[in-house]
């Protein structure tokens, strides 16, 4: 009886740590990779082309990360969309 309190607490205090891994790669990791990303590219060509190329790039990445949730679940709403939300799809002739 004891073993399965302790595995319970076990399985939260893992659920726990994973949320917390997970809020810290998307709020700290993937921003400061993105910032390092953009001045390492410019350090090392020092040329504007590649180092704009390189913001706009960690823009999009930082962007995304930042919006997953909304990301999910507009994923979900366009699947649902596509597949007629729901509904059976009728070609023009078959009505």
Not at 38 to 43: A, K, L, P, R
Not at 63 to 81: F, H, P, R, S, Y
């Amino acid at each position: 009886m004891h073993d399965i309190t302790l595995a319970a607490g076990w399985i939260q205090t893992g659920t726990g740590l994973g949320n917390d891994i997970k809020a810290l790669i998307f709020n700290v990791a993937i921003p400061v990779l993105c910032g390092a990303f953009v001045v390492i590219v410019g350090w090392k060509t020092k040329a504007p082309g590649p180092t704009i190329m390189a913001v706009i790039f960690a823009a999009i990445v930082w962007g995304g990360a930042a919006n997953m949730d909304t990301l999910k679940d507009k994923t979900t709403e366009d699947i649902t969309q596509y597949d007629g939300g729901g509904k059976q799809l009728t070609g023009p002739g078959d009505q």
